[in-house]
């Protein structure tokens, strides 16, 4: 029962352009969500979160959006760069209190040069 | 300031064996979870310390698995009569307490042969 889907494994977008990652769940309990990064040989790094009374927030390059009645998020790099190269998580939890997260399976994210 | 940290950063065995995995959490951080991934998959939930509260046991997937944790520092998981599926990255989290963010360690890399 995968609670928190990431349908696309891969994506590969140019250096410049935007990159959109879509994630997807079913638990409408959730209500507050995260996106990790992660490298090779190396734990998630936590990089940009939402609450489910926003739709939107934004942290430099990197936007997250929130569509609840679509139970659907995504996470916007613009413009992307090479460093983006890596495994991007999204993350879920609900239940305040006990914040244990619920994963998707990732995306791989190539940024060409 | 360190972060999360975890020993050892890879450990083979042989099926039927018992192994120990490390985590220190970072300084004051209350909350500590342990999550594995398996090849290709994404991460998944095992347990969760919270202060002086009966731990989270829900996702250990089986009673060949445990856990303890002293006061607010070090963890260890601990696997008995290892079996090939438990083969995994085993990442350790650590977070303040209330609130969402979790910081990880780089992981133990458990190959059980």
């Known amino acids: 029962d995968q609670q928190v889907k990431q349908n696309s494994p891969s994506l590969s977008v140019q250096e410049g352009r935007i990159s959109i990652l879509n994630c997807d769940y079913t638990?409408?309990?959730?209500?507050?969500f995260l996106w990790y990064k992660k490298y090779p040989a190396e734990g998630p790094t936590f990089l940009i979160s939402?609450?489910?009374?926003?739709d939107k927030n934004e942290d430099g390059r990197f936007t997250v959006f929130l569509n609840k009645s679509a139970k659907h998020l995504s996470l916007h790099i613009v413009p992307s760069q090479p460093g983006d190269s890596a495994v991007y998580f999204c993350?879920?939890?609900?239940?305040?209190?006990?914040?244990?997260?619920?994963f998707g399976t990732g995306t791989r994210l190539t940024i060409i040069p | 300031g360190a972060g999360v940290s975890q020993s050892p950063s890879n450990k083979v065995t042989e099926k039927g064996k018992d192994v120990e995995l490390r985590c220190d959490p970072i300084?004051?951080?209350?909350?500590l979870y342990w999550y594995r991934q398996r090849l290709g998959q994404g991460l998944e939930f095992l347990i969760y310390?919270?202060?002086?509260?009966?731990?989270?046991k829900s996702g250990l997937p089986s009673d060949r698995f445990s856990a303890e944790r002293t006061g607010e520092s070090v963890s260890t998981l601990t696997i008995q009569r290892t079996q090939q599926e438990d083969s995994a990255v085993y990442l350790c989290?650590?977070?303040?307490?209330?609130?969402?963010?979790?910081?990880f360690g780089p992981g133990t890399r458990l190959t059980v042969l």
């Open positions: 989290a650590s977070s303040p307490g209330r609130g969402h963010e979790q910081f």
């Open positions: 638990n409408s309990m959730f209500d507050y």
């Open positions: 939402i609450s489910s009374i926003k």
């Open positions: 993350a879920a939890s609900g239940d305040f209190g006990n914040e244990k997260l619920t």
């Open positions: 300084s004051g951080h209350t909350a």
């Open positions: 310390f919270q202060g002086n509260s009966a731990p989270d």
